[in-house]
């Protein structure tokens, strides 16, 4: 089929809640996407943070291809090694003490709300406490995550919310301070605020909130989703800080495009939180997803994959500082690592699309956000052929 052909079978068939830009893509290789008429685009999105590792992985491939051999799922009755694997990689990166797999990063956030409650419960003896989180926030799309994301464009339709959630704003204790009660039992933020528009956290608003939590038997939650993995430079992004979370929720390139999330918890709230019967998924954490999170932890940590981050980030924001500095309507750079966002005066839904005719894949963020998250092993020249292309688009405006 033609690509028209594709587009119109998918509308007819799928529930519109997505406004598609009109590719059809086929395949990958390297740092690049293919599409159904064969033209190439250089992946400045990864989609959405998850491809950390590229396309066409032959070491990635074959762990999976072997683990479908052996054993796909089996439930959460009995053992399986890959995830026990998985899990052990994954506490080594983290510094954490227990893990629970799930199936998404919206999983991940719920079952880290439920653990925060559960821990204020077995304290206290008594349910009602409250979570406060941050305005301009993103969680996800389940009623839980979407209660806790501050954003009411998401909310609106589906209310009532889940009651007891207060919202601060983002790099603003005093707004923080402002919000605790008794009943506070977690505090709730991005490392580096995402759809929100590429917000890192400032050193004090982060140490000041761990403060905060230390001080009142808080538990502090991090959203890792998006900016883990390796992104920013390190293999969590609260580890540029020092912040150490009591829970923290990851997903997206954890599986680089299985589908699995996961929340992890230091010992002291595990140990008084969820126990048997109180949490479950019957997919979470099956072989097949297990072989994927242990070769790419494998893959990240032999290949520095974080190291390389390091190396490479300050490379792309100068060439995006250039393009800010070339074009008036570009107002400002900011991020953290492999994750930056670019402020536009002009409509960035419309860079986007453009930049898909010049055979560049970028996303956006807020309203006025063009955002930058390709996978972790691009080059300088990437970096360079992203600037030429963007540059055109931009010129085009």
Request: proline share 4%; charged share 25%.
């Amino acid at each position: 089929m033609n690509k028209e052909a594709y587009m119109k079978e998918a509308e007819a068939e799928l529930l519109h809640t997505y406004n598609r830009y009109p590719v059809v893509f086929e395949r990958g290789e390297g740092v690049y996407l293919y599409d159904t008429e064969g033209k190439k685009y250089l992946d400045f999105a990864a989609g959405i943070a998850v491809q950390a590792l590229g396309y066409g992985n032959q070491e990635y491939a074959q762990a999976l291809k072997g683990q479908v051999d052996l054993l796909m799922h089996t439930s959460n009755l009995f053992y399986n090694p890959p995830i026990i694997r998985a899990a052990k990689r994954v506490l080594a990166a983290s510094g954490m003490d227990r893990v629970f797999f799930t199936n998404s990063g919206t999983e991940a956030i719920e079952g880290a709300i439920k653990a925060a409650k559960k821990y204020a419960y077995t304290r206290d003896g008594h349910a009602g406490h409250e979570i406060v989180a941050m305005r301009q926030s993103f969680h996800g799309r389940s009623m839980g995550a979407l209660a806790v994301t501050g954003n009411a464009h998401y909310q609106e339709p589906f209310g009532p919310m889940m009651p007891g959630v207060r919202f601060a704003t983002f790099n603003d204790l005093d707004s923080v301070k402002a919000l605790i009660r008794e009943n506070t039992c977690a505090i709730l933020l991005e490392t580096v605020q995402g759809e929100g528009g590429i917000y890192p956290a400032t050193q004090e608003f982060l140490s000041g909130v761990r403060a905060l939590c230390d001080e009142n038997d808080i538990l502090l939650i991090l959203d890792e989703i998006q900016c883990g993995m390796g992104r920013t430079g390190q293999m969590f992004a609260w580890q540029h800080y020092g912040v150490k979370p009591d829970i923290m929720t990851c997903a997206k390139a954890l599986g680089c495009g299985v589908p699995v999330g996961a929340f992890l918890l230091t010992e002291r709230v595990a140990e008084r939180s969820l126990a048997p019967g109180d949490h479950g998924s019957t997919y979470g954490g099956n072989p097949f997803v297990g072989a994927a999170v242990d070769k790419v932890l494998e893959l990240m940590e032999r290949d520095d994959i974080p190291g390389h981050v390091r190396e490479i980030a300050p490379y792309l924001e100068q060439r995006l500082d250039e393009l800010v500095a070339r074009y008036d309507f570009l107002t400002a750079r900011r991020g953290l690592g492999l994750m930056q966002g670019v402020v536009s005066e002009k409509p960035v839904g419309e860079i986007a699309a453009n930049a898909l005719r010049h055979g560049l894949v970028v996303i956006t963020a807020a309203s006025d956000v063009i955002r930058l998250v390709p996978p972790l092993v691009i080059e300088r020249a990437h970096v360079d052929e992203m600037a030429e292309k963007l540059d055109a688009v931009l010129r085009e405006l």
